[in-house]
């Protein structure tokens, strides 16, 4: 077994996002953006450039790949191609070593090949890494979830799906199948429907049956974000209490984490990696996977929102922690991701 991330108490997240009414209308926003006068073919040439020779400019790599968005990145990669004749993420693999070189060749991925990447190598290597699974699969929207299918099908030519229900067992497994799936309602809401629905959570929570389990993960997995809001309120009206504690009671092991973590994304996404960010950062002894996969997906999504939960919740800036346990050239790379101090806005 490969070590895992273990369970934290994370009780304190329920009450603190109250619901995600307190950022419904915050702007959503990354950190990487578009480079103004960007020219494929001129990076290409300078990275061609970095790679030569006994070694490699590194600087270059981090100065050129983390201010560039996905797509731009893209395009140097076929200017590459074209001038060079070699695929620029084996060159990278070739010439780079640690964890530098899986923060450079993660951001070569497209989303939904990098979210696909990972998902590959969490059930494929010696053990699994549910935590993984559960980062990725309880955060993503149906579009995200039928590209990043796709994408795992092209690259390993393996069934998404088939691999999940190989490689995990119990309720756990079928929650995970229940999101693979990417059929959560959107926009749609049915305020009566939503008490119903929290009378369904409570008995689950109380009765704790394999029927109950499955009713359970069936609301949480294909309700939309905007009724399960309300849900979670008429869940409180209730039981007297917030359903995240509730879950925390009532379940354990990994079925609880994915659990919890769905609600948490609904509550509010942000919040939720800036406290996995914590969590591996100061629980796990900074937890390099975790950190990488999440800083990468995020920094064309919400990474500048993360930054702002991350310090408002724990008193220090996310680049302030990265700074203390990182070193080196993939420390320089994680806070060109993380692109400045949250102070510095």
Known sequence: MNQRETSANIKFEARDINSGEKYAKEKVQGTI???PNFNPVMDAQ???GALQGFDCNKDMLIDILTQRCNAQR????????????????????ENL?????EVMVGLMYPPPSFDAHELW???KGAGTDENCLIDILASRTNGEIFQMKEAYYLQYNSDLQQDICSETSGHFR????NLVQGTREEGYTNPPMAAQDAMVLWEACQQKTGEHKTMLQMILCNKSYQQLWMVFQEFQNISGQDIVDAIN????GYFRELLVAIVLCVRDKPSYFAYRLYSAIHDLGFHNKTIIRILIARSEIDLMNIRRRYKERYGKSLFHDIKNFASG????????????DVEDY
Request: hydrophobic fraction near 45%; include cysteine; charge should be negative.
């Open 46 to 48: 300078m990275i061609g």
């Open 97 to 101: 070593s640690g964890h530098f070189k």
């Open 329 to 340: 050239h993939y420390e320089k790379a994680l806070l060109a991701i993380c692109a400045g």
């Open 33 to 35: 953006l578009p480079a």
């Open 174 to 177: 079928d929650t995970l199948m």
């Open 121 to 123: 190598h969490a059930m």
């Open 249 to 252: 009671e009532c379940y354990d």
């Open 74 to 93: 893209i395009m140097i990669a076929e200017a590459y191609q074209g001038m060079y004749s070699k695929n620029l993420i084996e060159d990278l693999k």
